[in-house]
């Protein structure tokens, strides 16, 4: 947190960590942001095709975490272990 503070910048380790892939994370830095192929839950300098299935499978499990949610499931009951 105190780094995220410190630094105008946003770490993008963080992208790495949180397993955005590495040619995108690339791309951000070098385009500054800009000229992306597409975008969703990160801008996407290489394989645009692989992103948008990943981003496809992602909005599915939010949606049906969220619907679980809304219908009273417990938190502990929506974490997923390995």
Same mark, same amino acid.
């Given at each position: 947190?105190?780094? /995220?503070?410190?630094? &105008?910048?946003?770490?993008? &380790?963080? &992208? /790495?960590?949180?397993?955005?892939?590495? *040619?995108?994370?690339?791309?951000?830095? &070098?385009?500054?942001?800009?000229?992306?192929?597409?975008?969703?839950?990160?801008?996407?300098?290489?394989? $645009? *095709?692989? $992103?948008?299935? #990943?981003?496809?499978?992602?909005?599915?499990? #939010?949606?049906?975490?969220?619907?679980?949610? $809304? $219908?009273?499931?417990?938190? *502990?009951?929506?974490?997923?272990?390995?």
């Amino acid at each position: 947190m105190r780094r /995220l503070q410190r630094f &105008e910048a946003f770490p993008h &380790e963080i &992208e /790495l960590f949180l397993s955005y892939p590495p *040619e995108d994370v690339r791309g951000f830095i &070098e385009h500054r942001g800009h000229d992306s192929k597409c975008d969703g839950c990160w801008k996407v300098y290489g394989d $645009a *095709e692989r $992103a948008r299935k #990943t981003f496809s499978a992602y909005k599915k499990c #939010t949606d049906c975490y969220c619907r679980r949610k $809304a $219908a009273g499931a417990p938190l *502990e009951r929506l974490a997923v272990v390995g």
